[in-house]
Nanobody
Framework: QVQLVESGGGLVQVGDSLRLSCAVS????????MGWFRQAPGKEREFVAQ??????IYADSVKGRFTISKDNAKNTVNLQMNSLKPEDTALYSC????????????????WGQGTQVTVSS
């Protein structure tokens, strides 16, 4: 059984940083392509970042501010978020990629329940 549990969210101020973590069981992160998505109230789920064997991909809206990484020893996927903006406010979820477009939620069959990030101005 595959389980993903996110942590690290919270309420921060504009310009602050947060580090999200996704603990994975049932899959080895070093052998899988992993992604982070976010969903703001009233909006569709949005691609944030992906990490695979050949490198990383970021949404334009977070490029240069967010960094996705794997900790193979802990079997976690992390998202370092710097220079946070109010528009980054959302529920952030990690997921295991299967096949298809990297930025489509339907390409990821396994999901965590998410961790809330709120950026206050």
């Amino acid at each position: 059984q595959v389980q993903l549990v996110e942590s690290g969210g919270g309420l921060v101020q504009v310009g602050d940083s947060l580090r999200l973590s996704c603990a994975v069981s049932g899959r080895t992160v070093s052998n899988n392509i992993m992604g982070w998505f976010r969903q703001a109230p009233g909006k569709e789920r949005e691609f944030v970042a992906q990490i695979g064997w050949s490198g990383t991909i970021y949404a334009d809206s977070v490029k240069g501010r967010f960094t996705i990484s794997k900790d193979n020893a802990k079997n976690t996927v992390n998202l370092q978020m710097n220079s946070l903006k109010p528009e980054d406010t959302a529920l952030y979820s990690c997921a295991v990629y299967s096949f298809g477009a990297y930025d489509r939620p339907t390409s990821y069959p396994y999901w965590g329940q998410g961790t809330q990030v709120t950026v206050s101005s």
